[in-house]
């Protein structure tokens, strides 16, 4: 089998409210592969409020589509490295990172298919769901908002909820955690997310005003360049850190291991260039006791979780158009079901390219 050609492309989708308030729309870069046996994998990175992704396609086009056409697909490890190493001059993160993500998902999608196995069957499945936490309770939402979204979340089941902590005012975050706390009741646990804003002591302040609701994870406290103070906030707060969003390699994430920096990893398919990276990150995290639980994109994300025997929880984002994909699982009873189809599931609706594509 022989890869015959790639289509790469940007799809713009606009989220509901509350999540516009902060996102007025994410995109997808989005590569089909194609082969001369008739297979073709689907492969796409989500560009977080679409920052970038107009490089990252053009690092798709010119840099590693050249690479992987008339290459065997079920290569995959060998094309994976064929891809990374492709550039001496560009680490692959960021921008090169995601391009390669896209490439790797759909690769994977071809030797699942060409398998009839769904990726999490074809790499050793351990379950075949994975439980989920509602996320999002961005800092412009007023108190309204964030317990609105959080019992839609409640209502499907969900036992978690991750809400954002932005403000400047560390006494007004505590607040906002305990309004929304009251209102869901002892039935659902909380975390709370940083995004990077604070320093060691902001986060020892915030933190400790935080301890009472007996939270699952902190999550980000620090830039994310700097493991070190991420592995001081860890080791001054009583709550579990949780990070890795925005590290891209199983180097990185050693480095976190190394430093003892977090209890929970969250390697981002889209990000961490692929499931080839994130499911060794997994395992490496898996060899120090750490769990992971990766950063949105759910509806891939779920295969990796299903391969992990640590392997924690999805982040369930609700915001994607019904008409993108023919079928997005579904959270039911707090509960994602793994796509029993071949490959990693995920089928573009018929249109959505031509509805979504810029440029």
């Known amino acids: 089998m022989k890869i015959t050609a790639i289509e790469a492309c940007i799809l713009t989708v606009a989220p509901p409210r509350p999540m516009a308030l902060d996102f007025p729309h994410h995109t997808l870069v989005v590569a089909q592969i194609a082969t001369d046996a008739g297979l073709q994998g689907l492969g796409y990175s989500l560009v977080f409020g679409g920052g970038g992704a107009e490089s990252v396609l053009a690092y798709l086009e010119t840099r590693l589509k050249p690479l992987l056409l008339g290459e065997d697909p079920l290569a995959v490890e060998k094309l994976w ?64 908002d964030l317990i609105g979204e959080a019992e839609h979340y409640a209502a499907l089941g969900c036992r978690y909820y991750k809400m954002k902590i932005h403000h400047p005012d560390p006494e007004v975050n505590r607040k906002r955690v305990a309004a929304v706390k009251k209102a869901l009741g002892p039935g659902v646990s909380m975390m709370v997310d940083v995004n990077q804003k604070l320093d060691l002591a902001g986060n020892i302040r ?5 301890e009472e609701f007996d939270l699952v994870w902190y999550e980000e406290p620090v830039n994310s360049d700097d493991n070190a103070a991420c592995a001081e906030v860890a080791a001054a707060i009583r709550i579990p850190v949780a990070t890795g969003e925005n590290h891209y390699n199983r180097y990185e994430f050693r480095d976190l291991i190394e430093r003892r920096a977090a209890r929970y990893l969250m390697p981002d398919i889209c990000r961490a260039n692929g499931y080839s990276e994130t499911l060794k990150i997994g395992h490496l995290a898996a060899a120090h006791g750490v769990r992971v639980t990766p950063h949105v994109v759910y509806e891939l994300s779920v295969q990796v979780c299903g391969t992990l025997a640590n392997g924690f929880l999805v982040e369930l984002m609700d915001w994607m158009p019904p008409d993108l994909f023919e079928v997005l699982p579904q959270c039911v009873n707090g509960v994602i079901r793994i796509p029993e189809r071949p490959g990693h599931g995920m089928v573009l609706a018929k249109g959505a390219v031509a509805k979504y594509r810029s440029g």
Do not use: F
Not at 113 to 137: F, I, N, Q
């Open 81 to 144: 490295e064929k891809m990374y190493r492709g550039d001496r001059g560009v680490r692959r993160v960021g921008i090169a990172g995601m391009a390669l993500s896209a490439l790797d998902i759909g690769l994977w999608d071809i030797a699942g298919k060409a398998a009839e196995l769904p990726l999490y069957k074809l790499w050793g499945a351990v379950r075949d769901s994975a439980d989920c936490y509602g996320s999002g309770g961005w800092g412009s939402y007023t108190e309204k």
């Open 206 to 210: 915030q933190a400790a005003l935080l």
